[in-house]
Every structure is written in C-alpha cells, then in structure tokens.
C-alpha cells in the first residue's frame, strides 16, 4: 500500500482511508441524487453537530459517574 511506502503508522493510515472512503461514498451519492453544494454541507454541519451534542452528553455523563464514585467513596471512608 502507498502508506507504507509514506512511512505511515498503521492507524493513521487506517483513519486517512476511512475519511477517503467516506469523502468517496458523499461524492458518490450526491452526484447521484443531484445534490447542491449548500445541502451537502448542510448535511455535513448537522451530522458534525450531532455528534458533537453526543460526545458533549457522553462527557456529561462520565463527569457525572465519577463525581458520584468520588462521593460515594468519601462517605464510605467516613464510616
């Protein structure tokens, strides 16, 4: 493969083809419904800002967890 030759770690260059693929797969199915600019990056916005609100929830609820592990943790090393 031409990442080897690049001197690329293995996953880096799993994560440049991943994002090369789903360049690909856009490009493709917006030539195929006829697709303007404007709704691809207004499709790529909301999927980002999608994801961001679940990595923002997911770290939410991390924080939560360990807070309560903390406090639980205290309240039994009182006893």
């Known amino acids: 493969m031409i990442f080897s030759l690049l001197k690329i770690r293995k996953k880096t260059a799993a994560v440049l083809v991943g994002i090369a693929c789903g360049i690909a797969c856009v490009w493709v199915v917006a ?3 006829n697709l303007s600019m404007a709704e691809i990056l207004n499709m790529l916005l909301g ?3 999608f994801l961001g609100g679940i990595m923002l929830a997911a770290l939410c609820l991390v924080a939560a967890f ?7 943790s205290r309240i039994n090393s009182s006893k």
């Open 47 to 49: 999927s980002i800002l």
């Open 31 to 33: 030539t195929w419904q």
């Open 66 to 72: 360990s807070l309560l592990r903390k406090l639980l």
